[in-house]
């Protein structure tokens, strides 16, 4: 197992423990994990960079320290029981069955009972309301809205889409003219008429969260010409800005995701890119999160904004710690 899958456990577990034992000693907290005291420590700065969205003063995990002892004094609401929405179990049940079929994984049998009792408790599961973590819907979820974009297009009807746009990470709501479905680089799309943008779009189907056929024809402008997929779906868009980032081991899976461009192999498996982006409050809480694995190369504004939130969250702690 790769130190990430090693560490996201650890970082889920680390709250709720360190709550039913205030004043707990790192080093007895550090034996608890089978991790050193220096890991521990660095578990829990990146903690301190996690919380609720806004990110800022009152939002963050607090974390205090008194010596060599640890105390949560915020814990953002992790220490109430882990609820996945429908969405949640879909995102996961995908990564674990991908899992499954890794060569060489150590304990398939563990994996299965895992999926057996996460699919057990889908139908317990809270409505979605949002789309898939990832971005990524589970097979049989895009097969069914294939189905229903493809009845849409022979009836030539129009559909009401609720779309994740990973870029932005947010969910939109769209009434689309349907023109075709297209498969480019093994993915499946949707071509349409975006009455929202005023333009012909291409939507990943299994970005799609909820797709409802509407009682009114589909009519696509004259105008409406079919996207040329020659050199793949990306296009680069008039606000989106570069971002030259440099991925250690653990942040690659942001090259995997995410589009990105004249991609460069580095030594100690490290992988410079460069990535477009248009909200910079939402690439700042990607690097964020990733826990000092990215680097920003440039521009000079983005790794400003970086450090100014990261020091925003040490200097909060900082003044809790100078309080008590």
């Known amino acids: 197992m790769s130190a990430a899958q090693d560490r996201l456990p650890r970082l889920l577990a680390l709250v709720p423990y360190l709550l039913a034992r205030p004043g707990i000693p790192i080093a007895e907290a550090a ?3 089978g991790v050193s005291a ?16 806004g990110y800022g003063p009152g ?20 220490r109430r029981p882990l609820r996945l929405t429908g969405a949640e179990a879909t995102a996961l049940l ?21 999926v057996a009792k996460i699919e057990s408790a889908a139908g317990q599961a809270r409505p979605g309301g949002v789309a898939v973590g990832l971005g990524v819907r589970e097979a049989e979820d895009t097969a069914r809205v294939r189905e229903v974009v493809q009845s849409a297009l022979r009836a030539a009807l129009a559909l009401r889409i609720s779309y994740y746009t990973a870029s932005k990470d947010e969910v ?34 299994d970005r799609v969260d909820e797709v409802v056929v509407l009682d009114e024809p589909a009519a696509p402008p004259p105008y409406a010409e079919p996207t040329d997929t020659s050199d793949g779906v990306f296009r680069v868009a008039p606000d989106q800005r570069t971002a030259r980032l440099v991925l250690r081991p653990d942040a690659r899976w942001v090259a995997e995701y ?45 790794a400003r904004a970086v450090r100014e939130q990261a020091a925003a969250a040490v200097a909060r702690v900082d003044r809790h710690l100078a309080a008590t």
């Open 31 to 33: 034996a608890d994990f």
């Open 38 to 53: 220096k890991q521990l420590r660095k578990d829990l700065e990146l903690l301190w960079m996690c919380g609720l969205p």
């Open 59 to 78: 939002d963050l995990i607090d974390i205090s320290f008194d010596e060599d002892t640890v105390t949560v004094a915020f814990d953002a609401g992790m």
């Open 94 to 114: 995908v990564a674990l069955r991908a899992l499954l079929e890794t060569p060489g994984v150590a304990d398939a049998d563990a994996i299965r009972r895992a």
């Open 172 to 205: 939109t709501e769209r009434t689309v003219d349907p023109m075709r479905v297209l498969i480019v680089d093994g993915r499946g799309y949707l071509e349409a008429w975006c009455r929202r943008a005023e333009g012909v779009r291409l939507f990943r189907l």
């Open 258 to 302: 995410y589009p990105v461009e004249d991609v460069e192999e580095l030594d100690g498996g490290r992988l410079r890119v460069r990535m477009r982006y248009s909200d910079t409050s939402w690439i700042v809480r990607l690097l964020l999160g990733q826990g000092g694995e990215v680097v920003v190369e440039e521009p000079a504004e983005l």
